[in-house]
C-alpha cells in the first residue's frame, strides 16, 4: 500500500506531555514547598522573638528578685532591724568574750594507738 | 498563510521581541550593573541597627556579699497618636506612677509641629516617667490592658543599687545616668565593669515588627566583668559602727579608719566621716563624698616618727639601747624652741624616745641623719608617692626636697611636721614595720570575674621595696609593743589576748594665718597585732575631735577606738588569743592612767 493512501492519525505524544508534566509538577512543587518552607522561617522567627522576649522577662524577673535579696540581706537592713529589735522585745545579746570556745588544730599523735587529747586548754577567765 | 498576514505576524513578533528586550536590559541594569547602589537602598529603607545593651557587671566584697548591682526598671513612654482614650489613661498613669493627674494630662495633650506642613499633631514620644519599678510597670499594664486602652507602651532600663547605702560609700563609689563610673571603684574599675554593647542588623516590615528571618551580621554583648574587692564586710561593718560611736562621743570635723593585712597589704576595711548614702546622692556636699583616707593630707604628727628612728636605725648612726640626751624637755635649734609635751626628759635611749614619743629625742635623731638621708628615708616608706591602691584621686602628699627646707626643718620633718601625707601613706608605713621592712601597694582589689563567673585578672601581692632589714623592724617592733604598755604612750589600745604594737600621734593643725592653731588637732593611732606575726595593721584618724572631759592626745582618743575595732576585728577573724597577753591586759586595765598621750 502506497504512503498517499495510509490513513491519517493524531497521535498523541504521552512521553513528551509527560515530561512537560513531570518538569512543571516539580517547578509547581518546588515553588509550593519553597513559599511554606518561607512560612515556617517566618513562623519560627516569631516564635524565636516570643522566646527571647520570655527570656528577658524571666532574667529581669530573677534581677529583681537577687536585687530584693541583696537588699534584704546587706549590712544596712541587718543594722536597722538590729536597732529595731533593741527597742523591741527580741533583743540581741552579743556573745560574751569568755563563752567563746576556739577549737585548736587536731592533734595527730605520730602512734596510732596513744591516747589523744579531746579538749582545749581552757583560757585564763 | 498569506503574505500580509505573515508580514504582520513578524511585526507582531519583532515588537513583542523589542519590548521584551528594553525590559531585558532594564532589568540587566538593575539587577546586575546598579545592583550594589539598590541593594544598599533597600538596606537603609528596611534594615536598622539594633543595640544590645551589656550588663554592666557587679562590686562584690571578698566573700562575694553585693555592694553594687543592677536592678531593672522601665521608662513610660505615651505614642499620643493612637491614644483613643485620654482621660482613662491619665487617671492610670496618674494612680501608678503617683504623678500629679493635671500634670500627666498637660503631657499627653503635648503637641509637636508636623515636619512638611508645620500642623500640630499629638507627639508619638511623650516620656511620663524614668525608673520606674518593675511590680508598678506590671500592675498599669495589667489595668491598661483590662480597660483596652492602648498608647503606652515601656522601655527597658537598668539603675543602680547599692544595697549597702552608706557603707564603704567612698570606695564603692557610684554611676551618672549615663551608667558612668564616676566615683570610687566604679570609676577605677570601670574599663572591666562597663562591657561592649552588642549588635544586630535586621529588617521590619510594613508595621514596624521586626522580621526575625532576616536578621544578618549580629554581635553579641559582652556583659560587664564583676570586681571583688578585698574588703570583707563584717570588718567593715565593726569599723563603721565604731566609728559612728566615735563621731557621736568626739564629733571630729571628719575620720578616717582603715584596716588592712600587712603580709598582703589587702584593704580589709576602710571608712571615712562624713559620708554619703549612695542610694540618695542628691544634694550631698562634696566634702561628704571625698575618699580622705587617699586624698586628704594631713600633717601625721607623731606617727612619722617610726620614719626617723628606722632612718637611724638602719644608717647604724645608732642603736635601741644608745642614749640622746633630751634636754629635760625645752630644746633650742636654729632660734627656736622645741618643747617635749608635758614632761620633760634626760638621757632616753632610742627605744624610749619611740615609747615615749619624745619631740626632742626624735628631732637630734634628725639631725643625726642629716637631710638628705632623712629626706631619703621619707621617700623610701612612700611618702610623697602615691601608694598605688586601686582608687581614683589618690593624691601623693608633700615631702619637699631638702633645698627648700628652712633651718629648722631637720627638727619638725622628724617628728611628722612639715610633711603632707595622707592616712594610707601613713597606715601603709606602719605595715612596712609589721612587715619587716617590706614596702607593699596596698590592693583594694582583689579578682576581676567574667560573666561566666571564670576569673580573667587577680592582684598578687606587689611588693615595693624592702625598705629597711628585717632587724632593724624587729627593734622598731620592740618598742612599737612598749608604746602599748603602761609605760607607753598608748595603755589604751591593749586588746585582751593579743601583742599590740603601734604609735600614737597627735598634730596641731597648721593656722589659716600662719604657724600652728593651739586648740585644733589632729589625733591618731597607728598599730599592728598579733606583734610578732601581724594579721591586722589599723589606723584610726579624727580631725578636730571635741574630746569633753578626755585629754586631746591620740593615746586618749583614737588609741581606745582602735582597742574597740581590734577586739572585734580578732573575733571575726578568729585569731587565737595568747593566755599571756590575757594576764598582761588584766594588768593593764587597772593602769589605764599610766598611759600618757
Known amino acids: 500500500m502506497s504512503s498517499n493512501r495510509r490513513k491519517n492519525a493524531n497521535l498523541l505524544p504521552v512521553a513528551k506531555i509527560l515530561l512537560v508534566a513531570m518538569v512543571l509538577l516539580t517547578i509547581g512543587g518546588g515553588a509550593l514547598y519553597y513559599v511554606n518552607a518561607k512560612n515556617e522561617v517566618h513562623r519560627y522567627g516569631q516564635r524565636k522573638k516570643e522566646l527571647e522576649r520570655e527570656l528577658l522577662a524571666v532574667a529581669t524577673k530573677d534581677e529583681v528578685v537577687t536585687s530584693r535579696i541583696s537588699k534584704l540581706c546587706s549590712y544596712e537592713a541587718l543594722r536597722k532591724r538590729q536597732s529595731l529589735e533593741r527597742e523591741a522585745f527580741a533583743k540581741l545579746v552579743p556573745v560574751a568574750d569568755t563563752l567563746v570556745v576556739r577549737l585548736q588544730d587536731r592533734f595527730l599523735s605520730p602512734v596510732e594507738s596513744q591516747l589523744r587529747h579531746v579538749s582545749n586548754p581552757q583560757p585564763a577567765r | 498563510m498569506a503574505v500580509s498576514s505573515r508580514r504582520r505576524a513578524m511585526w507582531m513578533g519583532g515588537i513583542v521581541a523589542s519590548g521584551f528586550t528594553v525590559f531585558s536590559f532594564r532589568l540587566v541594569e538593575l539587577q546586575v550593573a546598579k545592583s550594589d547602589h539598590y541593594r544598599a537602598l533597600a538596606f537603609e529603607k528596611h534594615s536598622i541597627r539594633q543595640t544590645i545593651h551589656a550588663r554592666r557587671g557587679g562590686i562584690g566584697d571578698i566573700n562575694g556579699i553585693p555592694l553594687a548591682s543592677n536592678e531593672p526598671v522601665k521608662t513610660v513612654v505615651v505614642d499620643a497618636s493612637v491614644v483613643k482614650n485620654a482621660e482613662v489613661l491619665a487617671e492610670a498613669l496618674s494612680w501608678h506612677l503617683e504623678l500629679p493627674l493635671a500634670a500627666v494630662r498637660e503631657r499627653l495633650n503635648k503637641k509637636v509641629e508636623s515636619g512638611d506642613s508645620g500642623e500640630k499633631k499629638p507627639s508619638r514620644y511623650i516620656v511620663i516617667k524614668h525608673e520606674v519599678s518593675e511590680n508598678v510597670a506590671e500592675a498599669l499594664a495589667a489595668e491598661l490592658e483590662k480597660k483596652k486602652v492602648r498608647g503606652m507602651f515601656f522601655e527597658q532600663n537598668a539603675v543602680r543599687v547599692y544595697p549597702n547605702g552608706s557603707m564603704l560609700s567612698h570606695v564603692v563609689g557610684y554611676v551618672n545616668r549615663e551608667n558612668k563610673g564616676m566615683e570610687g571603684v566604679e570609676r577605677s574599675m570601670d574599663e572591666w565593669l562597663k562591657g561592649r554593647d552588642g549588635f544586630r542588623y535586621t529588617e521590619r516590615n510594613r508595621r514596624g515588627s521586626e522580621m526575625v528571618a532576616f536578621r544578618r551580621m549580629e554581635s553579641p554583648p559582652r556583659d560587664g566583668a564583676t570586681i571583688r574587692l578585698t574588703v570583707d564586710m563584717a570588718l567593715q561593718d565593726i569599723v563603721e559602727s565604731e566609728m559612728d560611736a566615735a563621731m557621736k562621743q568626739f564629733r571630729p570635723k571628719m575620720a578616717t579608719c582603715i584596716l588592712m593585712r600587712p603580709t598582703t597589704g589587702e584593704v580589709l576595711a576602710m571608712a571615712n566621716r562624713p559620708h554619703y548614702d549612695l542610694n540618695q546622692r542628691d544634694g550631698v556636699p562634696v566634702e561628704s563624698r571625698k575618699n580622705r583616707a587617699i586624698m586628704d593630707m594631713i600633717e601625721p604628727g ?191 589600745a591593749h586588746v585582751p589576748g593579743f601583742e599590740v604594737a603601734g604609735k600614737t600621734g597627735t598634730a596641731q593643725k597648721i593656722s589659716a594665718g600662719g604657724g600652728y592653731e593651739h586648740s585644733k588637732y589632729v589625733v591618731s593611732f597607728a598599730g599592728f597585732l598579733p606583734a610578732d606575726k601581724p594579721e591586722l595593721c589599723c589606723l584610726v584618724l579624727l580631725d578636730e575631735p571635741i574630746p569633753g572631759s578626755t585629754p586631746y592626745y591620740g593615746g586618749y582618743i583614737a588609741a581606745p577606738i582602735f582597742s574597740k575595732i581590734a577586739q572585734r576585728a580578732v573575733r571575726h577573724l578568729n585569731l587565737p588569743p595568747n593566755p599571756d597577753f590575757l594576764k598582761l591586759a588584766g594588768s593593764l586595765a587597772k593602769n589605764e592612767d599610766g598611759g600618757k598621750r
Open chain 2, 302 to 492: 607623731s606617727t612619722f616618727k617610726i620614719v626617723t628612728t628606722a632612718g637611724a636605725l638602719e644608717s647604724r648612726l645608732v642603736r635601741p639601747e644608745s642614749g640622746i640626751y633630751c634636754e629635760h624637755g625645752r630644746f633650742t635649734y636654729g632660734g627656736t624652741i622645741l618643747h617635749d609635751s608635758h614632761h620633760g626628759y634626760g638621757e632616753l635611749s632610742v627605744n624610749d624616745i619611740i615609747v615615749k614619743s619624745s619631740n626632742i629625742g626624735v628631732a637630734k635623731l634628725g639631725i643625726m641623719l642629716g637631710e638628705q638621708r632623712l629626706y631619703e628615708f621619707i621617700r623610701r616608706f612612700g611618702f610623697g608617692d602615691r601608694t598605688g591602691v586601686q582608687l581614683p584621686g589618690e593624691i601623693g602628699g608633700i615631702i619637699h626636697p631638702p633645698s627648700r627646707w628652712s633651718k629648722i626643718s631637720i627638727t619638725h620633718i622628724p617628728m611628722g611636721h612639715e610633711v603632707g601625707a595622707t592616712p594610707m601613706q601613713v597606715v601603709n608605713a606602719m605595715c612596712t614595720i609589721a612587715n619587716r621592712g617590706k614596702l607593699l601597694t596596698p590592693q583594694i582589689i582583689s579578682s576581676i570575674t567574667d560573666a561566666a563567673g571564670k576569673v580573667i585578672a587577680s592582684y598578687p601581692t606587689a611588693e615595693v621595696r624592702q625598705v629597711i632589714a628585717p632587724e632593724v623592724a624587729e627593734a622598731l617592733v620592740s618598742a612599737l609593743k612598749e608604746v602599748v604598755s603602761k609605760k607607753g604612750t598608748a595603755a589604751l
